[in-house]
């Protein structure tokens, strides 16, 4: 709930009821939905308080509390880590923990200025051969990465785009994009309005084959075989011994 707004000393009991008591409201009101969206309107990321952006700071340390929703668009979320020049949360995606390089000087992302157009941050490159960032790494929807972009929303922004939003008014910080366990799930493989979509009657009752998830192969019902009737043996009457 906190996150880093205590500064690194741990708040006191009176501490910690008046900063829920203002912070509360604020997030119900007016939290922000962040994903990562390819050209064919699928949120192929969602963005959570610890996935990382640009500058390489994580979404928390961002500015996600707004009392007032400002007019700009898109919104700015800057980000609060001391020195850093990053003016908006903006997401880049890695491979394992390297980051992708770009497409016009080879250099990785994190050599980059967190300022857009993101130019390369190493001498001599950034003013003849970098201009911005540029990467031709390939999301698993199939799209290049410079074809994506992040959209930082209002609730009801994303509900006119028909994308699914929080039930509930959550108090942690930073939440993001995150509305339940399959947020956490990439955007091809997400079956609600901000993936792929839901599943057909029909693809629900496809057999379960041996290209099918372990998972559905272990938990799939056996098909019923009919028992052979079994003959039991007559026991054969014993001798009283006289």
């Known amino acids: 709930i906190v996150g880093d707004d205590d500064g690194g000393k741990l708040f006191t009991p009176q501490e910690y009821e008046n900063y ?104 001599n490159c950034g003013e003849k051969q970098c201009q911005g960032f540029k990467s031709s790494y390939t999301c698993s929807c199939g799209e290049p990465t410079y074809r994506h972009q992040t959209i930082i929303e209002t609730k009801q922004e994303r509900e006119s785009r028909g994308h699914p939003v929080s039930k509930d008014d959550l108090p942690y910080i930073a939440m993001g994009g995150i509305t339940g366990f399959s947020s956490l799930a990439e955007g091809y493989i997400r079956c609600d309005a901000s993936g792929d979509g839901h599943l057909s009657q029909e693809q629900l009752n496809q057999p379960i084959t041996s290209y099918d998830h372990p998972f559905l192969r272990a938990h799939a019902m056996p098909p019923k075989i009919k028992a052979k009737p079994t003959k039991v043996a007559a026991s054969k009457p014993t001798k009283k011994k006289p």
């Open 20 to 123: 829920k008591k203002k912070m509360l409201p604020i997030r119900a009101k007016n939290r922000l939905y962040v994903s990562w969206t390819s050209p064919t309107g699928i949120d192929c990321k969602l963005i959570g308080p610890e996935t990382p952006c640009f500058c390489t700071h994580r979404y928390k340390r961002h500015k996600t509390d707004l009392e007032v929703i400002p007019d700009q668009r898109p919104i700015p979320v800057p980000c609060r880590a001391r020195g850093c020049l990053c003016k908006s949360y903006h997401y880049i995606p890695t491979t394992g923990s390297q980051h992708i390089k770009c497409s016009l000087c080879k250099h990785p992302s994190n050599e980059h200025s967190p300022k857009s157009p993101y130019k390369c941050a190493r001498p």
